[in-house]
């Protein structure tokens, strides 16, 4: 007997891509294990290649998971005790276990070697792109670290947010083998301007301890075992640990007033607090918590760089599986020539971005103990974070078009990475913040400056139109002053030219047409404007190998 209801059967699915994936998200990822290894970071391929394979294997699915359960605050237990926990989904606590165990918030310290750094960021960079949220906490941790160790007494602190361990338990430090670290800066009056603070902080008894008395706008992972925060204290705005739990137990005096409703990073949660006499120890001098917590500052912001960047390539190699497995007016999408002019165009930036910011990294690596690289690193981390995280939303954007309307559909990960790209663009300075940081150094520090005119002079000679951009750039650095107003456009220019000069020194490939595209006639209005005679295929090939 026949199916009486097979002639109204339409949902026939065909032509559709197949589920992305598993991938060693390392091993195909050509750019990166070439910066690596530039960089000074080879002597970690083998960690590196086993996290590839965890970030886009088990660790992309458990992505999916965490970000469809957001985080829950529960400020009272049954009983009616002030608990301020928060609940997360159990794939968050993998995310952030093997991300631990693996060393993404302390290979750097645990491991201290040359290209330790550059390591540790690759691993980052190969992290954010199965899950950005559980990147927040574990940047803040490792970063927390060197902020940690300035002071003695708090060695513990520093080795526990080192460690490869992850314990989620509400205890004292004292009962776990690792521990985390976030962040209290920003007020609400004030933001960026956290010398306007005024979460006033106390002297107690005894030296070096504290009473807090505030608020701050945005606390960052209200589950940590501890935070790095600013206040006000008898000598001016001083850097301060506060811990969640005190040594004999007890809950830290402050509050968390509830989670915030942010566009995106849903696995992660971020908070507003209290603080009603909250102890805390003083890290530093009274009135320099700005030059105490800056170093911290500084490598968080070259994860908001790496972040940036890492997400760019995960939409690039969404859009490339999507094209390559879907046909439209009778040839695979990728075939057609202006799809694959603007896929091309965007492995380009994608490059350019992974390159420089592992050419930071490079130089925070060396900072210690090479001061033309610390003066580079000093300019080169607020150029790159306000260059790559400008460019990640359009950029991610870019790649939902060439998805279509799948990819403004929560089935794929790209609506996921789109409400992340502003992020990172927003977190530790927004753009201008950067770029007046940009104008500062090139002012004040001579030796900033001296580097990364240095950095740019190498590759003098390679390509006509690098050097025409680099004498103009450097017409506008000899005027007496550059304008505040300009403070975008010069650090436009240096981004721009740091990456063609990256992509330069590394023999690139893709060098000429980066250069092409941003410097011969200036920077397009939009991707999928490269001259016609540039090999398309070639740079997909090289953006993501084709299955």
């Known amino acids: 007997m026949t199916d009486a209801t097979a002639p109204f059967e339409t949902h026939v699915v065909h032509n559709q891509p197949p589920p992305f994936p598993e991938r060693n998200l390392w091993r195909d990822d050509i750019a990166l294990r070439e910066a690596v290894a530039r960089e000074g970071g080879g002597a970690f391929a083998a960690e590196l290649d086993a996290y590839g394979a965890l970030a886009g294997g088990e660790l992309y699915l458990l992505g999916f998971d965490a970000n469809r359960q957001r985080p829950l605050l529960r400020t009272h237990d049954a009983q009616g005790h002030r608990i301020d926990t928060v609940d997360f989904h159990p794939a968050w606590h993998r995310l952030m276990d093997v991300a631990k165990a693996h060393g993404v918030a302390g290979l750097s310290w645990s491991q201290p070697r040359a290209g330790a750094h550059v390591a540790r960021a690759a691993l980052s960079f190969l992290h954010h792109q199965a899950e950005a949220g559980s990147s927040c906490p574990l940047t803040m941790t490792h970063a927390a670290v060197a902020v940690l160790r300035r002071e003695p007494a708090l060695a513990e602190w520093a080795a526990k947010a080192a460690a490869p361990h992850y314990d989620p338990r509400d205890v004292p430090i004292a009962h776990k083998a690792g521990i985390t670290v976030g962040m209290g800066m920003t007020e609400k009056q004030g933001g960026s301007d956290v010398r306007s603070n005024r979460t006033l902080a106390t002297p107690l008894a005894e030296e070096g301890d504290y009473s807090l008395v505030g608020h701050k706008w945005f606390f960052s992972a209200p589950m940590s075992d501890g935070w790095l925060v600013l206040a006000q204290a008898p000598g001016g705005l001083s850097c301060f640990l506060l811990p969640r739990r005190l040594p004999d137990g007890t809950r830290n005096a402050f509050r968390l007033m509830r989670l915030k409703d942010k ?248 060098a000429a047409a980066f250069i092409g595209a941003r410097l011969a006639h200036g920077a397009p209005p939009a991707y999928g404007m490269l001259d016609a005679r540039v090999p398309f295929a070639a740079f997909l090939e090289r953006a993501l190998p084709e299955d």
């Not at 003083?282 to 960047?309: F, K, N, P, Y």
């Not at 969404?318 to 002019?341: E, I, T």
Request: aromatic fraction near 4%; charged fraction near 25%.
């Open 263 to 510: 566009l995106g990073d849903w696995a992660n949660a971020s908070s507003e607090v209290e603080f009603c006499g909250a102890r805390a120890r003083r890290i530093g001098e009274e009135g320099r918590g700005v030059a105490t917590i800056i170093e911290m500052v500084m490598l968080t912001r070259l994860d908001c760089m790496l972040g940036a960047a890492a997400e760019m390539r995960m939409a690039l190699a969404q859009a490339l599986h999507h094209v390559r497995h879907r046909n439209a007016f009778g040839r695979r999408l990728v075939d057609q020539p202006l799809m694959a002019n603007v896929l091309a165009d965007l492995a380009l930036e994608s490059e350019a971005s992974t390159a420089l910011a592992l050419r930071v990294a490079r130089a925070v690596d060396a900072a210690a103990h090479d001061p033309d690289e610390a003066a580079f690193a000093r300019v080169a981390t607020a150029v790159g974070k306000f260059w790559i995280c400008r460019r990640a939303s359009g950029f991610v954007n870019e790649a939902q078009e060439c998805l279509g309307g799948a990819g403004y559909i929560e089935d794929s990960m790209l609506p996921r990475l789109y409400r992340q790209a502003p992020l990172n663009s927003i977190w530790e300075g927004s753009g201008n913040v950067q770029c007046l940081d940009v104008l500062r150094a090139l002012s004040r520090e001579p030796a900033s400056r001296q580097a990364l005119l240095r950095e740019l002079e190498q590759v003098r000679g390679s390509e006509a139109a690098y050097d025409a951009a680099l004498d103009a750039l450097r017409r506008t650095l000899d005027e007496a002053a550059v304008a505040e107003s300009a403070a975008r456009r010069v650090a436009a220019s240096l981004a721009i030219l740091l990456q063609a000069a990256t992509l330069l020194r590394a023999g690139s490939p893709v």
